[in-house]
């Protein structure tokens, strides 16, 4: 069966330093990758998503970069923290094929920016 | 682009009673599929039901049901007999036909549960 992992589970970094947030899926090869954020009380917007090694898109023009550098590795970064980059962070896979589309969540990444 | 409504940002009833979470969408494509999510209190977004557009048949999973229609582009789900577990909340996902299958999630529905 496949899981997805993501670590670490919260976070408390200051206005300015760097972050790196790191997604890994098991039990599966070749998934759609995903990050989205959640800020507190609202809906869920997503950030990036990769359909394979090095092969990024962002949708969201931001303080943020992702980099996809293994088949089952997801890696959400920041070189310069912004208070409005505290919220819930979610990484998600989905298969490559399309016998189904539904896409399975990671537990998530709680970071607070001060 | 698409649009999902979830008018309902807060519902609260009593433990046992029916519930229905409203869910309606835009979308100018003819083939597209739509998902159910729960998010309960540690965070984690738990799927539970995938529809596609060519199938307009209710389902009905435990107490879960869901009502798609088609003609008015919505997808409601209803949990029936209602238990404190149930307190999430509940976000509505559709998909259109495009690489990357990008969930475009509704604003969620609180649904608290109350002993």
């Known amino acids: 069966s496949q899981t997805i992992h993501q670590w670490p589970a919260t976070l408390v970094q200051p206005v300015g330093s760097p972050l790196s947030l790191e997604c890994t899926v098991e039990?599966?090869?070749?998934?759609?990758l995903y990050w989205y954020r959640q800020a507190a009380g609202r809906g869920l917007q997503l950030l990036f998503y990769?359909?394979?090694?090095?092969?990024i898109s962002s949708e969201v023009p931001q303080n943020l970069s992702a980099s996809r550098p293994q088949d089952r590795q997801f890696i959400l970064s920041s070189k310069k923290l912004l208070l409005s980059d505290s919220g819930f962070y979610l990484c998600?896979?989905?298969?490559?094929?399309?016998?189904?589309?539904?896409?399975?969540f990671g537990p998530g990444t709680r970071l607070t920016v001060l | 682009a698409q649009k999902v409504t979830q008018a309902q940002t807060e519902i609260s009833v009593v433990e046992k009673e029916d519930v229905t979470l409203d869910c309606v969408y835009e979308?100018?494509?003819?083939?597209?599929?739509l998902f159910w999510y729960k998010q309960p209190p540690s965070g984690e977004l738990v799927f539970l039901i995938r529809?596609?557009?060519?199938?307009?048949q209710n389902e009905i999973s435990g107490r879960y049901s869901w009502n798609f229609q088609k003609s008015t582009s919505s997808f409601n789900f209803t949990i029936t007999a209602s238990q404190v577990v149930d307190s999430a909340v509940y976000f509505c996902?559709?998909?259109?036909?495009?690489?990357?299958?990008?969930?475009?999630f509704g604003g969620g529905t609180r649904l608290m549960v109350k002993p």
């Open positions: 529809r596609n557009s060519f199938d307009e």
């Open positions: 990769s359909v394979g090694i090095g092969q």
């Open positions: 039990g599966t090869s070749n998934p759609n």
């Open positions: 996902a559709p998909i259109i036909n495009n690489a990357g299958n990008m969930l475009t």
């Open positions: 979308t100018r494509d003819t083939t597209y599929y």
């Open positions: 998600a896979w989905r298969g490559p094929d399309f016998s189904y589309n539904e896409q399975f």
